[in-house]
């Protein structure tokens, strides 16, 4: 019975997320499952302006779902090949 408990869990955990994917905006909670963040952590980013957010009536926030996806990509860590390959064109660079 704890086995099938957890399956219906993990169905309506994906039917969720597949909901998430679909709306444009996002409220408070529905960004915070879709980040994987602590809604106390979001509002945290909020009041920080560290993420972009939206205040239409100056209390409920709200977030377009592509900007969060913008906000998890930044700062990419570059890989150990680019680094490899951007150190081996500059050393073969002929001199001027």
């Not at 997320?17 to 679909?22: K, P, V, W, Y």
């Not at 963040?37 to 926030?61: D, W």
Request: aromatic fraction near 10%.
């Amino acid at each position: 019975m704890e086995k099938v408990y957890l399956e219906l869990q993990k169905i309506s955990k994906l039917l969720e997320t597949q909901n998430l994917l679909r709306k444009e905006v996002l409220s408070l909670a529905e960004a915070s499952a879709y980040l994987g963040m602590a809604e106390s952590y979001l509002y945290k980013l909020t009041s920080a302006s560290s993420i972009p957010f939206y205040k239409p009536n100056g209390k409920m926030v709200y977030f377009r779902r592509t900007e969060l996806e913008q906000y998890l990509l930044r700062n990419r860590s570059t890989t150990v090949d680019e680094i490899q390959s951007d150190a081996n064109s500059l050393v073969k660079k002929p001199k001027s």
